[in-house]
């Protein structure tokens, strides 16, 4: 009789320590999971709309969520800065999409910033055309472009390279026209720079002047648009030429008579 409540507590024991077990096991395997989760969801990029901005997010070292990027170089952290989207409609499966890779998440804003640049350096207008650089310039910093991408922005940037060199050469005429004025304000005041000012004004003032001039024909006539020139009036018929009247006598008489 003694036996049998030996066994009795030895089967309890045997069974509690297997379900601690078992316990520990999934309770581990669980922690696993979600240790795994967690390292998966951190390395996963999504995009959101905030403010008229397009946010790039970043999982957490959690199973769930995510915060905006930041990333701790400068230059990325440029890259990756929020996007005006200036009322600009960001496909809604785009922000469905989760990017587990950054070249990923370049392949899928550069559409976004095509869209936004490219209306405004085809523009006309010099403020729109500089937004229209800047979205450029965004597009330029993404590393993970596929070869189509980085063709499409090359060719942008044949497109607006006109409107910037037409820029730099009107800033290098501004330039100009400054120092000139300053050089003229130094070699008219009495100080130990006037004579230096004065030889330096002597040696540049034609050339510069000359340079300026075309500087200000290229920017602002020979890039703008074709002038319409009047039409030339058609030239009158030509009238048969009439022969010579033969002099009378008297006429030549007359006229020896005056060189007399």
């Given at each position: ?9 030895g ?14 096991l999934?309770?581990?395997?669980g ?132 409107y ?5 050469l ?33 040696t ?13 024909k ?10 319409q ?32």
């Amino acid at each position: 009789m003694s036996d049998r409540p030996q066994q009795g507590f030895g089967s309890r024991a045997m069974r509690a320590l297997t379900r601690l077990v078992v316990t520990l096991l999934v309770l581990a395997m669980g922690g696993a999971v979600a240790f795994l989760l967690s390292q998966l969801n951190a390395r996963t990029f999504s995009l959101r709309v905030e403010s008229d901005h397009l946010v790039v997010l970043k999982g957490r070292m959690l199973p769930w969520g995510a915060a905006p990027y930041h990333p701790g170089d400068a230059r990325q952290a440029d890259t990756y800065a929020p996007i005006p989207l200036e009322g600009y409609a960001v496909p809604a499966s785009l922000l469905s999409q989760r990017f587990t890779e950054r070249d990923e998440l370049d392949h899928a804003l550069f559409p976004v910033l095509e869209a936004l640049a490219r209306p405004r350096i085809a523009s006309d207008e010099p403020q729109r055309v500089e937004r229209g650089v800047y979205y450029l310039r965004r597009a330029e910093r993404l590393s993970g472009l596929s070869e189509e991408q980085h063709t499409t922005l090359e060719r942008m940037k044949a497109e607006v390279a006109y409107y910037q060199a037409r820029q730099k050469l009107d800033d290098a005429r501004k330039l100009m026209a400054e120092a000139m004025a300053q050089l003229r304000l130094a070699a008219e005041s009495d100080n130990r720079h006037s004579r230096s000012a004065h030889q330096m004004l002597t040696t540049v003032e034609a050339p510069i002047a000359e340079l300026e001039e075309s500087l200000r024909k290229a920017v602002h006539t020979l890039s703008g648009p074709p002038s319409q020139e009047a039409p030339q009036p058609s030239p009158a018929p030509s009238t048969p030429p009439q022969a010579p009247t033969e002099p009378t006598p008297q006429g030549r008489d007359g006229g020896q008579g005056l060189l007399h």
